[in-house]
């Protein structure tokens, strides 16, 4: 069966006679048992058995299994959130004395948890040029138990050498794990090139409507099952079937809604770089933006997500231009139905690769509105910026100097 197909045709679970094309919602805390043997032995259950509503129900399993078929992988649990999956596997694998290897540009919000509470832990974190399978060699030893990549990097969207990277970590002994979220199983299968972890958000492309927040951390090794399954339990970390559902349904419509606005994002993307006020369109598909080789040799397709840096002059304007536009949406996340505009920092995210381009750039995140309506939106903005840089030019006699 092909991914487009397997999006849809969701593992229905056991039932008695009754069958729906819609996924059932099984709600649960409380799981019954026949007697009182059956449920002294729940413990001995094998990772599927239903032995508590944390441990999943019918509805999360349909999601798990759909998730672990899509990927290539033995099995996937579900979390409240992306960046709770990416949290699992890292508390799953580190201990004190222990260090990881994180990629520069990795998600924020886990830079914050490696550097405060994996710190804290007594876990050694360093940070690697995601460009550079070398940088993780020079700086692998004994210790290092982790390796965390995600391809292509957070906002500045560097595609990583994962191949090259997972060969020099099991040289190593360490485990590799990556952050799938742009891409998903449909355009690339972080396991198939020797990743342990996958981990994705749920909450974006999957849920698809901007309602949900969950995540997914999928596994090559059946050895992990059972001591994720166990760490779950004692963090008390599960998800609503309620969300689950939501997912499998937003699962369904996932391939031609990525397709759609990617083919868009690729038009609109590609229309931006010709611009005056356009440094650079950072962009995995486009030729010149970082990894693009590596993107084009292990990526099967490319996602509506993308950044943009502009000029110097125009830079400190941005904020400004988006006043007013009519389609576009400000705000962070992404993979709903809407178009979005995320204006987003870097300088200070980066230490192993220190940034070298514009203080922000502008992270696009297209959705499924027409493409005619979001190109004028675009041409709007980029009017506004033109007319706000050359203003600011007149206004100074002596240019200012530009921050790097
Ligand atoms: C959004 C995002 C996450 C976190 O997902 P949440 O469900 O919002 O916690 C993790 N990684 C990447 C690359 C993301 O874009």
Request: net charge negative; aromatic share 6%; charged share 20%.
């Amino acid at each position: 069966m092909q991914d487009t197909s397997r999006c849809i045709l969701h593992p229905q679970p056991e039932t008695d006679g009754f069958r729906t094309l819609a996924v059932p919602v099984y709600r649960a805390s409380t799981i019954v048992f026949p007697d009182a043997a059956a449920f002294a032995a729940r413990g001995d259950l094998a990772p599927d058995g239903y032995t508590y509503g944390l441990h999943g129900t019918p509805t999360t399993r349909m999601l798990e299994r759909s998730l672990s078929d899509l990927q290539g992988g033995v099995w996937t649990f579900l979390t409240p959130s992306g960046q709770a999956a990416v949290v699992l596997a890292m508390l799953a694998v580190l201990s004190a004395g222990d260090t990881v290897l994180i990629a520069d540009t990795v998600y924020p919000p886990v830079r914050q948890f490696a550097d405060l509470d994996l710190v804290r832990m007594g876990v050694t974190v360093r940070y690697f040029d995601p460009l550079s399978p070398e940088d993780v060699a020079r700086q692998i030893d004994a210790r290092t138990r982790l390796v965390w990549c995600e391809s292509p990097g957070s906002n500045t969207m560097e595609v990583m050498d994962l191949p090259a990277i997972t060969a020099i970590a099991h040289r190593h002994g360490a485990l590799v794990g990556c952050d799938n979220t742009w891409a998903t199983a449909l355009n690339f299968k972080p396991l198939r090139h020797g990743v342990d972890f996958v981990a994705e958000a749920l909450t974006k492309f999957h849920g698809g409507h901007a309602d949900l927040l969950m995540g997914a951390l999928t596994l090559r090794d059946e050895a992990l099952i059972l001591p994720l399954r166990n760490l779950i339990g004692r963090l008390g970390s599960g998800v609503s079937p309620d969300d689950a559902a939501l997912v499998l349904r937003g699962m369904e419509t996932m391939p031609l809604r990525l397709a759609h606005a990617s083919a868009v994002a690729l038009r609109l993307a590609t229309r931006l770089a010709g611009h005056p006020a356009v440094h650079r369109v950072l962009h995995p598909a486009l030729p010149g933006s970082p990894g693009h080789d590596v993107w084009l040799r292990d990526f099967t397709g490319s996602s509506p997500l993308f950044s943009v840096e502009f000029t110097p002059e125009a830079t400190p304007h941005v904020g400004a231009a988006l006043h007013g536009l009519q389609i576009f949406a400000i705000g962070a996340s992404w993979g709903g139905t809407r178009s979005l505009l995320a204006p987003q920092p870097i300088t200070g995210t980066r230490t192993a690769r220190p940034w070298q381009g514009a203080a922000q750039i502008l992270r696009f995140s297209i959705g499924l509105e027409a493409e005619d309506d979001l190109t004028r939106d675009i041409d709007r903005f980029l009017d506004k910026l033109t007319v706000a840089s050359a203003d600011a030019r007149g206004a100074n006699h002596h240019p200012s100097p530009q921050p790097t």
